[in-house]
């Protein structure tokens, strides 16, 4: 096995993190796994942002636009 990278261990960990979560998450429901797919969504946005990638922010932006435009009202 091949030594990991420190960015590649930040990754791993926090994809851990993240099922972890899900899965508790999954316990409450449908509810539960949308606040964990948010949360995910805002997090990989943000480090989108971070490597130079301004765009993610505006694809989540158009998703959830288009989302709520299908369900509201």
Known sequence: M????KAERRAANQLDHFEKRQTERAQRGPRG???SW???A???AAE???NGD???WNDLAR???????????
């Open 33 to 35: 796994l949308a606040e």
């Open 63 to 73: 998703t959830i636009s288009t989302w709520v435009s299908r369900y509201e009202g």
């Open 48 to 50: 989108r942002e971070k």
């Open 42 to 44: 805002r997090a990989v």
């Open 54 to 56: 301004a765009e993610a």
């Open 2 to 5: 091949a030594a990991q990278t």
């Open 38 to 40: 948010m949360e995910r």
